[in-house]
């Protein structure tokens, strides 16, 4: 497509927000994050993420060759945490407006957003920043973002934009790809082809653990979800939201867009429904930390590969601390053999460890450090096996090209378990900080992962099975347990589960 007269903006904002964790997630949070790219302002946004699994890299693989002139807006995203501070989004939405209205005017505007962010002041932060994008460009000049499949999707973003597309995978696979899905609907509407939309709000929450798109039923409603689009139906977006958020607009919701108004209303009408009908099958089982350690062991006699346990409620990609120690302790006092757990966020553990140096033993207390669920830090005398200064670049499936700065890394070994730790927080999504010190993830007979889902892309291939664990942490799997004051009445807080709110709150 040709655009060579047209103007287009391109950045990004994003975070998950986990209103019930008590860390507030604040600007350095996103100025300095080390699991991606730290905000950033100006012509570095334009290039800086070429080859990268990420939603503006996939964007500008198709605007370039437009020969639209790309104007950057920043682009920024923190680690999952709690609330993000007032000072945080009013500064950076700030940023916003002044990088758009230096860009002004422009034809069309491209915007990589999460969809559930919360701020301390405002429940629908992309709501907010997609409104004042609005008022500075005008109600006719095309408005396009990106989602996570995670996004919280509001009426108010819904409204807003002219059109928004959503990751259709979790573990997370497809990111560029929805850039460049996005970026291919706003070069369209930007060319002067007028979108239809359609959106539906699901009536129950989804619990994190089984929204997975390789299991069901989220894999066939994907499927047919894209059998959907045809030359009617442009886009069709799933989010099956985020459900640790205590706002009205939390879960699940549909939308479609397309230049046929009736076509695409029923394909919103026909996920909608699919998403109805599949409500009993959002569940699975769950194991304690002993269950899974000792089934684990058990199952590990007789694998060639390793068995996996996924931490799923410490997972650091949704808010978790990623130090809580119940899953460590099993392993510990089972005294499980060729296991390792990771990545446990303890900075201290990995200073200690570095001042004590590799091959030496250091006594120390290793994790929950946040201080969180009333435990208490694993006091151990550790062999410092391995060390590392936490620079690596993942090779994953899904994290392909990201850098990570994890400052200070260590690993531990007491008996047959082994500990990663890090200084900045990780979600376990990619092999890379276990090889970067020196675990061959695939050797190993037991691996437990801080994480709930996102582990499966580059995990998976290599294991025998897949245990979820229920260990402390701030993502808990059944919504009912949360206590949430904000959400719309009526909404059922888990599949087939109570409405709220609950009677006896
Ligand atoms: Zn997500």
């Given at each position: 497509?040709n655009?060579h007269?047209?103007?287009?903006?391109?950045?990004?904002f994003l975070?998950?927000?986990n209103?019930?964790?008590?860390q507030?997630?604040?600007y350095?949070?996103?100025?300095?994050a080390g699991d991606?790219?730290?905000?950033?302002?100006g012509p570095?946004?334009?290039e800086?993420f070429?080859?990268?699994?990420?939603?503006i890299a996939?964007?500008?693989?198709?605007?370039r060759?437009?020969?639209a002139?790309?104007?950057?807006?920043?682009?920024?995203s923190a680690?999952?945490?709690?609330?993000?501070?007032?000072?945080?989004?009013?500064?950076?939405?700030?940023?916003?407006?002044?990088?758009?209205?230096t860009a002004?005017?422009?034809?069309?505007?491209?915007?990589s957003?999460?969809g559930?962010?919360?701020?301390?002041?405002?429940?629908d932060?992309?709501?907010?920043?997609l409104a004042?994008?609005?008022?500075?460009?005008?109600?006719?000049?095309?408005?396009?973002?990106?989602?996570?499949?995670?996004?919280?999707?509001?009426p108010?973003?819904f409204?807003l934009?002219?059109?928004?597309?959503?990751?259709?995978?979790?573990p997370?696979?497809?990111m560029?790809?929805?850039?460049?899905?996005?970026?291919?609907?706003?070069?369209l509407?930007?060319?002067g082809?007028?979108?239809?939309?359609?959106?539906?709000q699901?009536?129950?929450?989804?619990p994190?653990?089984?929204?997975?798109?390789?299991?069901?039923?989220?894999?066939?409603?994907?499927?047919?979800?894209?059998?959907?689009?045809d030359?009617?139906?442009?886009s069709t977006?799933?989010?099956?939201g985020f459900?640790?958020a205590d706002?009205?607009?939390?879960g699940?919701?549909?939308?479609?867009?397309?230049?046929?108004?009736?076509?695409t209303?029923?394909?919103?009408?026909?996920?909608?429904?699919?998403?109805?009908?599949a409500?009993?099958?959002y569940?699975g089982?769950?194991?304690?930390?002993?269950?899974?350690?000792r089934e684990?062991?058990?199952?590990s006699?007789?694998?060639s590969?390793p068995i996996?346990?996924?931490?799923?409620?410490?997972n650091?990609g949704?808010g978790?601390?990623?130090d809580t120690?119940?899953?460590?302790?099993?392993?510990?006092r089972q005294?499980?053999?060729g296991a390792?757990?990771?990545?446990?966020h303890d900075a201290?553990?990995?200073?200690?460890?570095?001042?004590?140096?590799?091959?030496?033993?250091?006594?120390?207390?290793v994790?929950?450090?946040?201080?969180a669920?009333?435990e208490?830090?694993v006091?151990?005398?550790?062999t410092?096996?391995?060390?590392?200064?936490?620079?690596?670049?993942?090779?994953?499936?899904?994290?392909?090209?990201?850098q990570l700065?994890?400052?200070?890394?260590?690993?531990l070994?007491?008996?047959g378990?082994?500990v990663a730790?890090?200084?900045?927080?990780?979600?376990?999504?990619?092999?890379?900080?276990?090889?970067h010190?020196?675990?061959?993830?695939?050797?190993?007979?037991?691996?437990a992962?801080?994480?709930?889902v996102?582990?499966?892309?580059h995990f998976?291939?290599?294991?025998e099975?897949?245990l979820?664990?229920?260990?402390?942490?701030a993502?808990?799997?059944?919504p009912?347990?949360?206590?949430f004051k904000r959400?719309?009445?009526?909404l059922r807080?888990?599949?087939?589960g109570?409405?709220?709110?609950?009677?006896?709150?």
């Amino acid at each position: 497509m040709n655009l060579h007269d047209k103007r287009i903006a391109v950045g990004g904002f994003l975070h998950e927000t986990n209103t019930f964790q008590q860390q507030r997630t604040t600007y350095a949070d996103f100025a300095e994050a080390g699991d991606r790219t730290p905000l950033t302002r100006g012509p570095q946004v334009l290039e800086r993420f070429s080859g990268v699994n990420t939603s503006i890299a996939g964007a500008l693989d198709v605007l370039r060759p437009t020969g639209a002139t790309l104007l950057p807006l920043p682009w920024t995203s923190a680690t999952p945490s709690g609330y993000v501070t007032e000072d945080a989004f009013e500064r950076i939405a700030g940023m916003f407006v002044e990088d758009l209205r230096t860009a002004l005017p422009v034809h069309g505007v491209f915007l990589s957003l999460h969809g559930a962010m919360v701020a301390e002041h405002c429940e629908d932060p992309e709501g907010e920043l997609l409104a004042s994008v609005r008022s500075l460009v005008g109600p006719n000049v095309p408005v396009v973002a990106s989602l996570d499949l995670h996004s919280n999707t509001t009426p108010r973003m819904f409204e807003l934009a002219d059109a928004m597309v959503a990751y259709t995978t979790y573990p997370h696979v497809d990111m560029a790809e929805t850039g460049r899905k996005a970026a291919r609907l706003l070069s369209l509407a930007t060319s002067g082809r007028r979108l239809e939309k359609a959106y539906r709000q699901v009536p129950y929450l989804i619990p994190l653990t089984w929204q997975c798109s390789t299991l069901e039923p989220s894999r066939s409603i994907y499927a047919a979800a894209a059998r959907l689009i045809d030359e009617r139906v442009a886009s069709t977006s799933y989010t099956p939201g985020f459900p640790a958020a205590d706002i009205r607009e939390c879960g699940a919701a549909v939308f479609t867009y397309g230049w046929d108004r009736d076509a695409t209303q029923a394909a919103a009408e026909s996920i909608y429904r699919m998403v109805l009908e599949a409500e009993p099958q959002y569940a699975g089982r769950l194991y304690s930390p002993n269950e899974a350690v000792r089934e684990a062991m058990r199952r590990s006699q007789s694998a060639s590969r390793p068995i996996l346990l996924a931490d799923t409620q410490d997972n650091p990609g949704a808010g978790g601390s990623a130090d809580t120690v119940g899953l460590l302790e099993a392993l510990l006092r089972q005294r499980a053999q060729g296991a390792v757990i990771g990545v446990l966020h303890d900075a201290e553990a990995a200073r200690a460890a570095h001042a004590t140096g590799r091959g030496r033993t250091v006594t120390v207390g290793v994790g929950a450090k946040s201080g969180a669920w009333g435990e208490r830090p694993v006091v151990r005398s550790w062999t410092v096996e391995r060390l590392g200064d936490g620079r690596m670049t993942c090779r994953g499936p899904m994290m392909t090209n990201w850098q990570l700065a994890l400052g200070p890394m260590a690993l531990l070994r007491f008996g047959g378990v082994c500990v990663a730790v890090s200084t900045k927080k990780v979600q376990a999504m990619d092999q890379e900080p276990f090889l970067h010190l020196g675990v061959e993830p695939r050797a190993e007979r037991i691996v437990a992962l801080k994480s709930s889902v996102h582990f499966r892309a580059h995990f998976e291939p290599i294991a025998e099975d897949v245990l979820v664990v229920e260990s402390p942490g701030a993502m808990i799997v059944d919504p009912v347990m949360l206590p949430f004051k904000r959400l719309r009445p009526g909404l059922r807080m888990r599949p087939l589960g109570p409405t709220f709110p609950l009677v006896n709150q």
